[in-house]
T-cell receptor
């Protein structure tokens, strides 16, 4: 069974500071993908970053980077130079072996508030 | 990126009526679409996986007679909430995957259903 755990229900960060949102996962599949999505109050899910299980380099997308530690089964999201517009819910998700299913498994989310 | 639309964005209905929500992939063909339900400040709960031309696969605990899913074409999937009750009030989100591409999933903007 696949499982995603986000242990921080709420986080605060000062504007322009960096923040790390934690995510751990559990799967027996060797091939999987890890995703981070942002959900502002409008409700839309915005794709931020992707890391494949076989990718050797940590993924980066602008101010977002993914700290992938495969042995620890963690995929933390790092947001650098936080902006007020970063205030939102953040969800970590995993998609396991495409041969066994296409569904995404989501964590419970972290609510990030950026303080001016 | 690919665009997925949902219609309507908001719907209010009386208890006992049925409501249809449409999910369209606007610029790509989606062989697989997913339907999620999200309660306030909670994570996304996968309801069903919808494959074009075949019956939807429902997650455990989701009533297939209550939540009818039809995926008649490669660009359209519909979710019908039959005989809606106040407890069906929720935020419903669809997503779609590109055929043969499993490392990305495109989400619709969501539909907020309120049953009076």
């Amino acid at each position: 069974a696949q499982k995603i755990t986000q242990t921080q229900p709420g986080m605060f960060v000062q504007e322009k500071e960096a923040v790390t949102l934690d995510c751990t996962y559990d799967t027996s599949d060797q091939s999987y993908g890890l995703f981070w999505y942002k959900q502002p109050s409008s409700g839309e899910m915005i794709f931020l970053i992707y890391q494949g299980s076989y990718d050797e380099q940590n993924a980066t997308e602008g101010r977002y980077s993914l700290n992938f530690q495969k042995a620890r089964k963690s995929a933390n999201l790092v947001i650098s130079a936080s902006q007020l517009g970063d205030s939102a819910m953040y969800f970590c998700a995993m998609r396991a072996n495409p041969n066994t299913g296409n569904q995404f498994y989501f964590g419970t989310g972290t609510s990030l508030t950026v303080i001016p | 990126g690919a665009v997925v639309s949902q219609h309507p964005s908001r719907v209010i209905c009386k208890s006992g009526t049925s409501v249809k929500i449409e999910c369209r992939s606007l610029d790509f063909q989606a062989t697989t679409m997913f339907w999620y339900r999200q309660f306030p400040k909670k994570s996304l709960m996968l309801m069903a996986t919808s494959n074009e031309g075949s019956k939807a696969t429902y997650e455990q605990g989701v009533e297939k007679d209550k939540f009818l899913i039809n995926h008649a074409s490669l660009t359209l999937s519909t979710l019908t909430v039959t005989s809606a009750h106040p407890e069906d009030s929720s935020f419903y989100i669809c997503s779609a995957s590109l055929a043969g591409v499993w490392n990305e999933q495109f989400f619709g903007p969501g539909t907020r259903l309120t049953v009076l």
